[in-house]
């Protein structure tokens, strides 16, 4: 069936007012934070592919989202970047979406226009943005995340989470008007950053990944693999130990670590209380398992 732009399977499953996970590549997708979080959900909730864009040349530039080539005696596999929307059941709870937003080079008007009507389709109830950028941030305190939401659930679901308001004036992406018109539809949209050391680059930031996880666990039950908080607590340490060799972030790391607890004295102030990262060795002392239920 297609709905705007998008090919989905027909029929379009009826699901139980799903929540819409999402990510915009690359705009907010530092060290593939945003990307990780929905590969998790995916993995762990079994989603099926429910769609794509139907002519993704319309909106990409193959030479800047570069396709990827199999070549054997011929070629024998091209997969070619796309946005994809995929979709899972959960028994006796609001079913899941989750878009994996590619950023459009050209008719962004229509990809937009396309994401919002297969929202308004699907029935979404909440539309949640993830993603990670840069921050004056050290890795040796609990990430920070920022947010905003957009409609009364959108909003109570930010304070929740204690995220710090976002205030911002500059440069942005036409697909930011997703959320807007998302929330214009009726649709409760809500945006969570993690704040990810500028010092740190990595093809895969568990620390980020796990820190948006937390968040997701405390707002709409999405668990989190203990697998992939080992991986975030031995990452802490390789990290560590790498920058004894980088005398130069070392000298300055008392003082992003000052800059960061007065942000956040500052939020304490104004009654913002982060979700406890620094409750996290209790998390899994007292647990075998998984924390949280699918």
Do not use: C
């Amino acid at each position: 069936m297609r709905i705007g732009a998008f090919e989905l399977t027909d029929p379009v499953p009826k699901l139980n007012e799903p929540y819409v996970f999402a990510t915009l590549r690359p705009w907010i997708d530092v060290n593939n934070v945003g990307s990780m979080v929905l590969g998790e959900i995916e993995h762990q909730f079994d989603a099926f592919e429910l769609g794509r864009i139907a002519r993704p040349a319309r909106f990409y530039d193959f030479t800047r989202y570069r396709p990827v080539i199999t070549i054997d005696g011929g070629i024998n596999e091209m997969s070619v970047p796309n946005t994809k929307i995929h979709y899972a059941r959960r028994e006796g709870q609001n079913d899941i979406v989750i878009i994996d937003l590619l950023e459009p080079h050209s008719n962004a008007d229509l990809y937009v226009d396309s994401v919002l009507k297969v929202l308004t389709k699907l029935e979404a109830s909440r539309y949640i943005l993830l993603g990670s950028m840069y921050d004056i941030v050290p890795h040796t305190r609990p990430l920070l995340v920022s947010g905003y939401g957009m409609g009364q659930r959108a909003l109570q679901d930010v304070r929740t989470a204690g995220a710090m308001p976002i205030t911002y004036h500059g440069p942005s992406t036409y697909a930011n008007l997703i959320t807007k018109k998302v929330a214009e539809a009726g649709i409760d949209s809500a945006v969570f950053i993690v704040s990810l050391p500028q010092y740190v680059v990595m093809d895969e930031d568990y620390l980020g990944k796990v820190r948006l996880m937390e968040v997701l666990n405390t707002l709409y039950n999405i668990p989190i693999d203990k697998e992939e908080f080992d991986k975030a607590v031995r990452q802490r340490q390789v990290i560590t130990e790498r920058l004894k060799e980088s005398p130069e972030i070392t000298s300055i790391m008392s003082e992003l670590e000052a800059g960061y607890d007065m942000r956040v004295r500052s939020m304490e102030r104004q009654g913002i209380f982060q979700l406890g990262s620094d409750m996290e060795a209790m998390f899994w002392k007292s647990l075998d398992g998984n924390i949280g239920k699918a």
